[in-house]
Nanobody, 119 residues
Framework: QVQLVESGGGLVQPGGSLRLSCAAS????????MGWYRQAPGKQRELVATITSGGSTNYANSMKGRFTISRDNAKNTVYLQMNSLKPEDTAVYSC?????????????WGQGTQVTVSS
């Protein structure tokens, strides 16, 4: 089983930056892909970025050039560096991880962290 805990959210002004972290703990053989998703009030959850165990990344079009995803496999932690933040980036950001257990793999989700961009 895997537990994911996000941190680093908060209130920032437009144009500012934030760095989110998500640490995985529990009983598992290894962690495959990890990713960040976000959900604004009244809207569906959307993909922000994903990263494989080998470090290959993919980004949603609206986040390209401003956000950067990375991971530290030794710490079982994934990061999201967010720059040039806009009010429309306001949302709950959640961490996802696909973990390999003894005989199978499954997805796990963190509780989410609030990011608010406002002057």
């Amino acid at each position: 089983q895997v537990q994911l805990v996000e941190s680093g959210g908060g209130l920032v002004q437009p144009g500012g930056s934030l760095r989110l972290s998500c640490a995985a703990s529990g009983s598992f053989r290894s962690i495959n892909d990890m990713g960040w998703y976000r959900q604004a009030p009244g809207k569906q959850r959307e993909l922000v970025a994903t990263i494989t165990s080998g470090g290959s990344t993919n980004y949603a079009n609206s986040m390209k050039g401003r956000f950067t995803i990375s991971r530290d496999n030794a710490k079982n932690t994934v990061y999201l560096q967010m720059n040039s933040l806009k009010p429309e980036d306001t949302a709950v950001y959640s961490c996802n991880a696909n973990a390999r257990l003894t005989y199978w793999s499954r997805d796990y989700w963190g509780q989410g962290t609030q990011v608010t961009v406002s002057s």
